[in-house]
């Protein structure tokens, strides 16, 4: 997952997977000034990346992205199902 890293400036990328969902964690994106629905925005454009890229995790049933700041601070998690539809969102 380094393309991740290095397209979007993320610090730290983990993934876990299984046969039906994917969740990643995208640690200490610069989101200073960021407001909610910026990161909204800004979850479709990772999760189209990643989706276009990756056709494997393209037709999984769930998958997740968790935002976090610096020092792995939680701020917002958002779901998106297979057809790439906003389902869920968490703001810690």
């Known amino acids: 997952m380094n393309d991740l890293r290095n397209e979007f400036n993320f610090n ?16 200490d994106i610069d989101h200073g000034l960021v407001t909610k629905d910026s990161l ?13 890229k990756y056709p494997r995790i393209d037709s999984l049933e769930v998958r ?7 020092g792995g601070v939680e701020v917002m998690e958002f779901e998106f ?12």
């Open 81 to 92: 199902d297979e057809t790439g539809n906003l389902v869920d969102t968490q703001e810690y």
């Open 12 to 27: 730290y990328v983990e993934m876990s997977w299984d046969n039906i969902s994917v969740e990643f964690t995208l640690q």
């Open 64 to 70: 997740k992205y968790l935002f976090s700041g610096g």
């Open 40 to 52: 909204i925005s800004y979850a479709f454009i990772v999760d189209k990346y990643i989706t276009n």
